[in-house]
């Protein structure tokens, strides 16, 4: 299983000097990738603009999107977006796609939210379409475009659409044995679908050392939108080496391809802590 880490891209106040920093960092590893998350209505970075930066700054990480709000857009507007950003960085980008779950990001959209699934599906269908036909431009590192992973909820609509159009499957987080049960459901949509091989399978977990509260502040305030249920999410942060390197071992069990760890506190010695504690496990 390979780690990655997540820019602080959500987190209220981030300055550009401190993802800049934080992009520089993590590209001298032992990250295997760079992810960002995606919200509208909210004070934060847009993700694939923000990679782009990154692919500027970096030479050797994945960048990818964990994930994109994909209806939020345009097929051809993300399809471009995410055709630059490939090309910017070599071919290094995965995108990670989802129909998103907060009703205030479509509102500031004018984008239906109750045809958030329709939507993305129809995207899915015309991205590899717009890339193999150079249409949008510039062309991608490969002919049929990045990597595409469904995010999201676990649910059957998901794992058919990942099954369907996808790569692989990026999970929303939670304990390592959540992430089995999804698993095993996107290996079977995918065995039904008669796909060959199996799905990418990616993992996310939140972390915070130290400043633990400010961390768990975020999380409650980023996840408000599910009700009692932010208090869960928030209850789940990784604030130790041990309880990473236990859910780790958790997530590898489980058929885990990629973890990214998400920073719910944004200041780059978490990153340093990170890194050091990694370079000794990986």
Not at 7 to 17: D, F, K, Q
Not at 36 to 46: F, G, K, P, T
């Amino acid at each position: 299983m390979q780690v990655g880490v997540a820019l602080p891209n959500t987190i209220p106040g981030v300055t550009g000097e401190l993802l800049r920093l934080w992009a520089t960092q993590a590209d001298k590893g032992p990250f295997s990738s760079l992810g960002v998350l995606d919200r509208l209505a909210y004070d934060s970075y847009e993700p694939l603009t923000t990679l782009a930066a990154a692919a500027a700054l970096t030479e050797r990480i994945k960048l990818a999107t964990t994930v994109v709000i994909g209806p939020l857009r345009s097929a051809g507007l993300l399809a471009k977006e995410a055709a630059t950003v490939d090309a910017l960085s070599g071919g290094r980008l995965t995108l990670g796609v989802a129909v998103g779950a907060r009703i205030e990001d479509y509102q500031v959209a004018g984008v239906d939210h109750r045809s958030r699934g329709k939507r993305l599906d129809e995207q899915l269908a015309q991205l590899r379409s717009f890339w193999e036909s150079s249409q949008v431009g510039p062309a991608c590192a490969r002919a049929e475009g990045p990597e595409i992973l469904i995010g999201g909820t676990a649910s059957d609509q998901a794992f058919a659409r990942m099954a369907r159009y996808a790569d692989g499957y990026i999970h929303g987080g939670g304990p390592p044995g959540v992430f089995a049960n999804a698993a095993s459901r996107a290996r079977a949509a995918w065995t039904d679908m008669g796909r060959p091989g199996r799905p990418r399978l990616w993992g996310q977990g939140y972390f915070a050392f130290g400043d633990t509260e400010t961390g768990i502040a975020y999380l409650k305030d980023y996840y408000a939108f599910t009700g009692p249920f932010a208090e869960r999410i928030a209850a789940g942060i990784l604030t130790t080496p041990q309880a990473i390197k236990q859910y780790m071992r958790g997530y590898e069990d489980a058929g885990c391809d990629e973890l990214i760890l998400l920073p719910a506190v944004a200041d780059v010695t978490q990153l340093e802590q990170l890194a050091e504690f990694l370079s000794l496990e990986l």
